[in-house]
């Protein structure tokens, strides 16, 4: 086992563990996108209504009549969707942190396991060659 030797089991264990909860804040960062766009989609839908009720209110006076208050209600809703998108758009930033802080933690464990394995393989390597120099330092006794 090479200096400094890790328990690569415990690393193994760590790296599932964190890339586990990777996983999960990539799931909830694109759950969060998913609300953001459809409070966009309610959000586009809104004006598309507005137009129409707009362009119906010219042909029909009863439409006409009512129209204020269909924009009044439409203002508000327009507001409520702009501050839940605000608030989202908050949280989706907040979640794009935990999600690199998280993808760190991960890459902070498999760069520990692949230096262990690396120091592995070398070990393995010096060993071998140990063993040719030393194969190859009997044949050349056995010839003399």
Do not use: C, W
Not at 28 to 42: F, R, V
Not at 65 to 77: C, E, H, S
């Amino acid at each position: 086992m090479p200096r400094g030797a890790v328990d690569v089991t415990a690393i193994a264990k760590l790296i599932k563990i964190h890339s586990f909860q990777l996983d999960e804040k990539r799931r909830e960062l694109k759950n969060l996108e998913d609300q953001a766009a459809k409070i966009e989609d309610a959000l586009a839908n809104l004006i598309n209504q507005v137009e129409a009720e707009k362009k119906l209110s010219y042909e029909n006076s009863e439409v006409h009549r009512d129209y204020p208050n269909f924009i009044r209600v439409a203002l508000d809703k327009r507001d409520q969707l702009n501050q839940d998108l605000m608030a989202a758009r908050g949280l989706i930033e907040t979640a794009r942190e935990g999600v690199a802080e998280a993808f760190a933690e991960v890459k902070k464990y498999e760069i520990v396991k692949q230096k262990y394995d690396d120091e592995v393989a070398e070990e393995l390597d010096r060993r071998d060659q140990m063993d040719l120099d030393e194969v190859a330092l009997n044949n050349h006794r056995m010839r003399r």
